[in-house]
């Protein structure tokens, strides 16, 4: 089946830097992908949907500024976050839609572990 | 009221035994239901699909009630390695496009 990495995994980071997250769908191109954020004990919430060679569409409460998605290639969407604080610490989860089986399926990443000291 | 709401437990279930747990959903529109399985600190992973007619899959089981817009999970013999948080996740169309909504979860701990 279709297979999502993620890098990196985890990073620790300084208050105030920028940290960029790749998202990359192995075997499968990927005309949309999502991007979710969890806090601990709480629900994946959808930040943005990403769209190749466009765009992405923010959730209300994002602030696209903090949050820069390049989605450049059918592979490949990378999230970054600028200037982050605190408050940022959380997991970061791709997503992405696809067809399998003849059913649509959603495949997640592994998920990036971010903690902003 | 949230999109999507589950019970988050813990659910304390002594190994073999039988545990069931719903989540209620807000929009009456949802098209498509499923049941992930998330383990700490790892992303969501698909356990089933939640048909209409209920389905199974093994030892768990998934029912729908679309009347009273809920979803349930049953898992019956419990293991050791069930232990995990089952998510929720209900696809509706919003300005045209297909969305998910997940719930906080149910977190279930299977005991030796």
């Known amino acids: 089946g279709a297979v999502v990495s993620q890098h990196p995994s985890r990073v620790i980071c300084k208050s105030g830097t920028s940290v960029k997250i790749e998202c990359r769908s192995l075997d499968f191109q990927a005309t949309t992908m999502f991007w979710y954020r969890q806090f601990p004990k709480q629900s994946l919430m959808l930040m943005a949907t990403?769209?190749?060679?466009?765009?992405?569409?923010?959730e209300q409460g994002v602030e696209k500024d903090k949050f820069l998605i390049n989605h450049a290639s059918l592979t490949l969407s990378t999230l970054t976050v600028t200037s982050a604080h605190p408050e940022d610490s959380s997991f970061y989860i791709c997503?992405?839609?696809?067809?399998?089986?003849?059913?649509?399926?959603?495949?997640f990443g592994p998920g990036t572990r971010l903690l902003v000291l | 009221r949230k999109e999507v709401e589950q019970d988050p437990g813990p659910f304390n279930v002594p190994e073999g035994a039988t545990v069931a747990f719903n989540c209620t959903y807000s929009?009456?529109?949802?098209?498509?239901f499923f049941w992930y399985r998330q383990d700490c600190r790892k992303e969501p992973k698909l356990l089933m699909s939640?048909?209409?007619s209920g389905n199974e899959d093994g030892r768990f089981t998934a029912q729908l009630n679309r009347a009273s817009q809920y979803i349930s999970l049953l898992i019956r013999d419990s293991k050791l390695s069930d232990s995990a948080t089952y998510l929720c996740?209900?696809?509706?169309?919003?300005?045209?496009?297909?969305?998910?909504?997940f719930g906080k979860g149910n977190q279930v701990v299977v005991i030796p």
């Open positions: 939640v048909y209409s």
């Open positions: 996740v209900v696809n509706f169309r919003l300005h045209g496009n297909n969305r998910l909504a």
């Open positions: 990403s769209n190749e060679g466009s765009k992405a569409t923010y």
């Open positions: 997503s992405f839609r696809g067809i399998a089986s003849g059913t649509e399926t959603q495949y």
């Open positions: 929009n009456s529109a949802s098209q498509s």
